[in-house]
């Protein structure tokens, strides 16, 4: 009997998902991909639009380039999971059944239940969200002068938020912009969990690049033109980007499995409560012992090879592999400058160093997104994405 293997999500994980399905499944199964956008968005490249949105031409891939000819791909939201019924509901379209899925729908963003945040900022969670960040840091530099410049804040100092002040610290230099920086992290330091030599390291190319870093204060609420915190004086802004944090998606909040947070927890063979739904990315919680895989695109790309496998297993009735997360290392970028930590020799470079700058990160950084960009399409499209990476 032919099976019907669904795919939620165009992120990372659904994209990675559906490369290895492709090569994996036979003609007794019939492949279905289910996404809110017809494209697929190298995300943790999606600050780059916040300077230059003509970027997300080099970031953005149609699911044509990726799905093969006998894949059906679906533009819809997804809205719930029916495990009884076997259905994924849909905002627009009917259900669409399934004898397998695989939950790939990523995010949301987390506001941790503090006061005005949720309406009173921005978040980068997508293409439209990095395009709406420029048009309002563009906006607001225009209102601006020298001696009243713009003030731009962003909440949350992990890989975003540092990525984020990077990009509008450089819009602000190319377009000789009166605007003032402020990177806000309620922990004691930026880049929070991270090796103090990395956290040391992306702090000094923020300063230099004229970011503001606020550290050891939480925001206690926001309003239309300013935040408080918990100790500190309230910092008016004009622009505020939240990153802070992520919960699981509104769609599964439903859906009969185990989760936390609308998270789904899984087995470290990404299998759920239920034995015919897989969850992988964001979306998941992925057994890893002592804590879960992290929310991470690396992490991402790691499962979605061993997902997609699975599920192959499954309808074979083989048994299934377990995925153990490889920490490969840390790239992050600021602007056009990056920092790289404990790069791992499987990214193609060995060094004596354990936290490095200069081209070899920022080459390092561009090379991860080509890699991914030829593997879901080709290297001639990693190629011609290369300049803006």
């Known amino acids: 009997m032919t099976e019907n293997v669904v795919v939620l999500g165009a992120g990372y994980a659904g994209t990675g998902a559906i490369n290895k399905l492709q090569s994996e499944l036979g003609g007794n199964a019939r492949l279905t991909w289910i996404a809110d956008v017809d494209y697929h968005l190298v995300l943790h490249e999606a600050h780059r639009v916040i300077r230059d949105p003509d970027v997300r031409s080099d970031i953005t891939f149609p699911t044509t380039q990726i799905a093969d000819p006998s894949t059906r791909f679906i533009q819809d939201e997804v809205t719930g999971l029916d495990v009884d019924e076997r259905t994924v509901e849909l905002a627009d379209g009917d259900d669409v059944e ?199 695109a690396q992490a991402a790309w790691q499962a979605a090879e061993v997902a997609g496998e699975n599920i192959a297993r499954a309808i074979e009735n083989r048994p299934l592999r377990t995925w153990e997360h490889e920490d490969k290392g840390t790239v992050v970028s600021v602007g056009e400058k990056a920092v790289a930590h404990d790069v791992k020799p499987a990214f193609g470079i060995s060094l004596p160093v354990d936290t490095f700058g200069g081209l070899p990160a920022q080459n390092l950084k561009k090379m991860i997104a080509a890699r991914w960009i030829a593997d879901v399409t080709s290297w001639n499209e990693a190629r011609k994405s290369w300049s803006s990476l």
């Open 98 to 296: 399934y004898d397998h899925v695989l939950i790939g729908l990523g995010s949301q963003t987390a506001y941790y239940g503090i006061p005005g945040l949720e309406e009173h900022s921005l978040t980068l969670k997508s293409l439209d969200d990095a395009l709406e960040i420029h048009e309002a840091v563009s906006e607001a530099s225009r209102d601006a002068t020298r001696g009243e410049p713009a003030q731009v804040v962003i909440g949350g100092a992990g890989l975003s938020g540092i990525q984020t002040a990077g990009e509008i610290a450089e819009f602000r230099d190319e377009h000789r912009a009166p605007i003032e920086i402020h990177l806000v992290e309620a922990l004691e330091e930026i880049f929070p969990g991270n090796d103090p030599e990395i956290q040391q390291a992306l702090r000094d190319l923020l300063e230099e690049a004229g970011v503001q870093v606020h550290t050891d204060d939480p925001i206690t609420e926001a309003t239309a033109d300013h935040i408080e915190f918990d100790e500190g004086e309230p910092l008016d802004h004009d622009v505020l980007v939240w990153t802070g944090g992520i919960t699981g998606r509104d769609a599964m909040e439903n859906a009969d499995l185990e989760k936390e947070h609308n998270r789904v927890n899984t087995g470290a063979n990404f299998q759920t409560s239920d034995e015919r739904v897989f969850a992988i990315g964001d979306s998941a919680l992925i057994d890893q012992g002592d804590q879960p895989a992290p929310p991470t």
